[in-house]
């Protein structure tokens, strides 16, 4: 075999596997676009990979802790790595069969243009779901108020990266701005090039923080790039003429999937059809999504944080010490129905407090509903002076508090400024 036939058969199989991965890695898209076949995802994951991935790692990796946690949040857990692997060994195995068998009739241009059409409204999917929950800043909301009292060296790096995200309502809907105009340039032929170039640059830096801030999604973010530089390739020698060769280049010839005008016509508004409902949906279940957390979420009835000044406890008057595991140090009344009680010595709890604002009184229980205490509150006329009295896991409780909202922190109040005679690096 010549050493160009081998390249090119090389090249071949290499195509082939790139299309039978994406497509493992990606399915059952699109049939998990829509709310309503939700379900079918799920039944699909349940009967396949719920159940393949478990039994491979316990049997050839002699780790049975691989089994699908649902809800969780990451999408690095080990089940999403030995799914990868396991989606690579297949790919391979199928690959290889596929091309022993009929190495003579795989067409990878065809194999290019399916691959990348399906691999194409997987990212216009992606980046409009990633895209539009920034654009109406409800991935990154405003940092909690427990966080602007939590020390900078007890974040997380995660967290970290979160509060600097919600913080910016600007930066956050310019990032998810990047990734719609990105999905909306892939949706048309003449752009799709220009949409896989800022797509490549949108989930480069997604997945440049998500290593720097240790965010479990990615493998997920990692793959993104990957089908993003794929699309790239695919126009990658009129680009390479065009922006370092100085080459000219010839007008495309795109291709059409049918020989009939009216197929590929009633293709076209298929797929018009089926990104018009997913966005329309898509902004529905957002904007409803609005009032229930984000932003413009609902608040606790007495939101704020509650910095003690004096304390009783069963009518002695206590003072303060750094290492009292007794004393109250803050109240924070953030989210609906939930208070944290920080201690002194900075250990804290979270309550179920249920507020009547009319008797202005606090009805205290533990997350299991056991009855922790009650407290009677009220507010010094014209001033921040909060006074609680009540009773507390069987305590007399009396307590004075200043309460600070989130406007008095510098980080809110400094705003935007032009101009700076000096850095403001505090």
């Excluded at 009855?371 to 009220?378: A, I, L, P, R």
Aim: charged share 20%; net charge positive.
């Amino acid at each position: 075999m010549k050493l160009n036939s081998f390249g090119e058969e090389l090249l071949k199989y290499v195509i082939l596997f790139f299309f039978i991965y994406s497509v493992l890695y990606i399915f059952p898209f699109p049939l998990n676009s829509f709310t309503p076949l939700y379900f079918f995802e799920r039944i699909f994951h349940q009967n396949t990979w719920h159940v393949i991935v478990p039994w491979f790692a316990e049997t050839f990796l002699n780790n049975p802790d691989a089994n699908h946690v649902q809800n969780t949040g990451s999408g690095d857990t080990l089940y999403d790595f030995v799914r990868c692997l396991l989606i690579g060994i297949l790919s391979f195995i199928l690959c290889t069969v596929i091309f022993l068998l009929f190495r003579s009739k795989i067409n990878s241009k065809r194999l290019i243009y399916i691959g990348g059409q399906y691999i194409r409204y997987y990212l216009i999917f992606v980046l409009l779901t990633y895209g539009i929950i920034k654009v109406f800043k409800l991935q990154f909301g405003e940092p909690y108020l427990i966080r602007l009292v939590t020390p900078f060296g007890e974040m997380s790096p995660m967290g970290l990266a979160w509060n600097y995200m919600g913080f910016s309502k600007t930066y956050t809907v310019f990032a998810g701005w990047s990734e719609t105009i990105a999905a909306i340039l892939l949706i048309f032929k003449r752009t799709r090039t220009l949409g896989a170039v800022l797509s490549f640059g949108v989930m480069l830096n997604v997945f440049m923080m998500n290593i720097s801030y240790d965010i479990p999604v990615k493998q997920f973010s990692l793959h993104l790039c990957v089908f993003s530089a794929f699309l790239i390739l695919i126009d990658g020698k009129r680009l390479l003429n065009v922006f370092i060769l100085n080459r000219d280049v010839s007008k495309i010839e795109y291709v059409k999937p049918f020989l009939k005008k009216w197929k590929n016509h009633t293709l076209q508004i298929a797929k018009f059809l089926f990104i018009i409902v997913f966005v329309v949906l898509k902004l529905i279940s957002t904007i409803r999504r609005q009032d229930m957390y984000g932003d413009l979420g609902p608040k606790h009835e007495l939101y704020g944080i509650y910095e003690l000044n004096e304390f009783q406890l069963n009518h002695k008057k206590r003072p303060a010490r750094l290492d009292d595991s007794l004393q109250f140090k803050r109240l924070i009344f953030d989210r609906p129905q939930l208070m944290y009680l920080q201690k002194m010595n900075d250990e804290g709890v979270y309550y179920v407090a249920e507020t009547d604002t009319v008797a202005q009184k606090i009805y205290l229980k533990e997350r299991d509903s056991s009855k922790v205490g009650f407290f009677d509150y009220k507010m010094k006329p014209e001033s921040n002076v909060y006074e609680f009295e009540g009773i507390f896991k069987g305590d007399s409780i009396y307590f004075k508090t200043e309460r600070k909202g989130r406007e008095d922190f510098l980080l809110n109040n400094r705003g935007f400024h032009w101009i700076s005679k000096y850095p403001f690096n505090r």
